[in-house]
């Protein structure tokens, strides 16, 4: 029997499904036959890869142009369908002389007979590749480019510039039913709705994936339910863990324990099930989405809703909120950076959190007389920030924002975009609810990002507190938001300020800033305003040798005079936050150690943007890394002992000095 998704591909334009935005744009040109090269981008299963080639076909059709398009019928589409015409690759293993042999042979004369070469994974193209491709892009002839990835952000503006980008969409849950009924219809298969809407939700919006869902739920049974929905593809799994999470917040290690070894899943899908468990509850309990998430369908209302209840109590006895014993139970329960989920691992993660959970909150116990106290002592017991009006961040505090900032974009190649600034007078609060909402905010903020991405994503920020004479208390916060979700963050904060009935007295107290640039110097420019904004606290008489003699800290950092002001007077303790991403702590666990320009007192090229061309070289290494782990598994499969020896050696063969590392790009020399 034909599977379901080679069988209901799209082969016209007509048959695509919830891509009309994307058809829309690309029919006019194909009936004009206007010379184009295309960028396709989308998650995976939305069509990338089926549309550029109906692109091609259409582009090449001998037919009338009628309403179907293309045809299908004349010996162009026939050839064209089997990829002749068109020469595919995929970026990842692609060379450069590859590439520089596939540019050589791109026709560039007149339109004729059009040749297409279909690029996918384009964002695993380094720059110099890219570079190298902008070469024939700038040219529009009888060979037409088509890429296709699902990170368009990789892409250099200049390459974007140069292509048509056609965007599709996640399939949206009512067209992911209409398309699943229209099959079943034509396969004669019986069904209810509710599975419908089961298979539409698993999807995340890939057409591909509903399908290869109903092919898998079809081969089962007669009739496609919701319980069988569930029982095929397992979605109840959640379900087994719900003992352990009880046994957990109980107190009772033993009976979690002995639930575990029940379970013949390894350690790392265990903590997933368990880390899941807690992220839905969150969202279907507290935070009361319209529709519980799939892997909670076969836990029971009041079963979750006595979880909650556990957890709120567990909160109130340590007085905090409720989401931080989600969020703490979520992070313990995700290992850091490449580190190995074993079942020791998950053990200790759950003695941890045991410990967490019930012990007891820290006695406040009354402070004595500041008289009676030492000197150095009473100095520690006041609050840094809130004896002096004109207190300045000291150089250390500045140092550890810029090389926050600077490992994420070593890391993970992204750079500061969005800004939020709370001003907490008009909002009418005090220095410490104005802490709290701050916190609070980007806390949700966090474990809603995380849940959009089902963790393969979070919130990277900092911020800053401060007392102007101007603007009174104020928090800036600075940061990175994936574009693909902006929109969804704005309606998210504007949802989260509306239930304040501060923030309806005073709408314009909280104000966004989200830049989208596609140039990638455009976006070193943005980043670095953002950042500016976090150090003009510092003290103005601070100075470094910057190479050229003594220069101030602050004219090194392009900052204006009239912004360059002391942090005020302050009762909370700290005047800088930022995401758990970003800190000191995710620094040391990093299996490739992070240069520091500040630290190396490389000033000049702090603001050059070498971070970019610094990750490239760290994902040439890890890569490297990762296949010598591999072939190494491989090659001692039957010793585990020698296997153990030969993965610690490559361990230890990691420099722990960052500037031990070849690089592609000039490294400054330290001081």
């Known amino acids: 029997m034909e599977k379901l998704t080679r069988k209901y591909r799209p082969q016209i334009y007509s048959e695509v499904v919830g891509q009309d935005e994307a058809i829309r744009h690309l029919l006019p040109l194909v009936r004009r036959q206007e010379p184009h090269h295309f960028l396709f981008s989308g998650g995976s299963g939305t069509g990338k890869t089926s549309l550029a080639l109906m692109t091609a076909r259409a582009y ?27 020469e595919q690759y995929s970026a990842s293993g692609l060379s450069m002389p590859e590439l520089d042999e596939i540019i050589e042979h791109a026709p560039v004369g007149g339109w004729g007979r059009i040749k297409f070469v279909f690029i996918d994974e384009a964002h695993a193209l380094r720059e110099d590749k890219q570079d190298r491709l902008l070469t024939v892009l700038e040219k ?25 980008h056609i965007q599709l969409r996640p399939l949206d849950a009512e067209a992911g039913i209409r398309h699943l009924r229209g099959v079943c219809a034509k396969e004669g298969l019986k069904y209810d709705d509710e599975a419908l809407s089961l298979l539409a939700d698993l999807s995340d919006g890939s057409a591909r994936k509903q399908l290869q869902a109903l092919d898998d739920v079809a081969c089962v049974g007669e009739r496609i339910t919701a319980s069988l929905v569930r029982a095929t593809l397992n979605l109840d799994r959640l379900k ?28 790392a899908t265990q903590a997933e099930a368990l880390r899941d468990l807690v992220v839905q509850i969150y969202e279907n309990v507290e935070l009361r989405l ?85 000197g150095r002592a009473l100095k520690r017991a006041q609050s840094r920030w809130s004896a002096d009006e004109k207190a300045y961040l000291p150089k250390r505090k500045i140092v550890s924002i810029l090389d926050a900032a600077s490992f994420l974009a070593q890391t993970q190649r992204r750079l500061l975009n969005f800004r939020l ?9 005090d220095q410490t609810q104005g802490a709290d909402l701050v916190a609070a905010c980007l806390h949700e903020l966090g474990m809603r990002i995380k849940s959009w991405t089902r963790g393969r994503d979070a919130l990277h920020y900092i911020y800053l507190h401060q007392v102007s004479g101007k603007l009174g208390f104020t928090s800036t916060v600075a940061g990175n938001i994936s574009e693909d979700f902006t929109h969804e963050v704005g309606e998210w904060l504007e949802g989260f300020f509306r239930k304040s009935s501060h923030f309806r007295a005073a709408p314009h107290a909280v104000r966004l800033k989200f830049h989208r640039v596609v140039d990638a110097d455009a976006k070193v420019r943005q980043h670095w305003r953002f950042l500016r904004a976090l150090c003009r606290n510092l003290d103005p008489d601070v100075k470094v040798d910057a190479g050229r003699g003594s220069e101030v800290i602050l004219d090194l950092l392009k900052i204006n005079v009239r912004l360059r002001e002391p942090l005020g007077t302050l009762d909370v ?6 995401s758990s991403s970003l800190s000191a702590t ?21 603001q050059s943007g070498w971070e970019l061309l610094e990750h490239l070289d760290r994902v040439r290494e890890l890569k490297k890394f990762e296949a010598e782990t591999r072939r190494i598994n491989e090659e001692f499969v039957n010793d585990t002992n020698l296997r153990d020896h030969e993965l610690e050696r490559l361990r230890q063969g990691i420099s722990t000095d960052p500037h031990d590392r070849e690089r592609t790009w000039p490294i400054w020399r330290t001081r």
Not at 243 to 254: C, N, R, T
Not at 573 to 578: E, L, N, Q, T
């Open 240 to 267: 087994a863990y719900v003992p352990v999470l009880e046994s957990l917040l109980d107190g009772d290690l033993a009976k979690a324990f002995a639930e575990l070894n029940g379970f013949y899943e390894t350690a």
């Open 60 to 86: 090449r059709c001998e037919g009338d142009g009628g309403s179907a398009l293309p045809c299908l019928e004349c010996a162009s589409c026939k050839t064209t369908g089997k990829w002749q015409g068109v």
């Open 586 to 606: 995710a620094m040391r666990k990093t299996p490739l150690p992070a240069l520091s320009a500040a630290r190396d007192g490389a000033w000049d090229r702090l």
């Open 573 to 578: 303790a700290h005047p800088i936050r930022m």
């Open 290 to 374: 319209a529709r519980p998430r799939l892997g909670i369908v076969g836990v029971a209302r009041a079963t979750r809703a006595s979880i909650a209840d556990a957890i709120k109590g567990i909160a109130d006895k340590k007085g905090v909120e409720a989401a931080h014993i989600y969020y703490h139970l979520s992070t313990q329960l995700e290992a850091e950076g490449s580190a190995r989920i074993t079942d020791s691992w998950l053990r200790s993660r759950l003695i941890g959190l045991k410990t967490f959970l019930h012990s007891a909150p820290p006695v406040q116990q009354p402070r004595q007389a500041p008289s009676r106290l030492p």
């Open 421 to 429: 600034v709370f001003f907490h007078d008009e909002l009418q609060l």
């Open 140 to 164: 529009v002839g009888s060979c037409s480019f088509m890429l296709a990835t699902d990170r368009p952000e990789k892409l250099a503006g200049r390459l974007l510039d140069r292509v048509k």
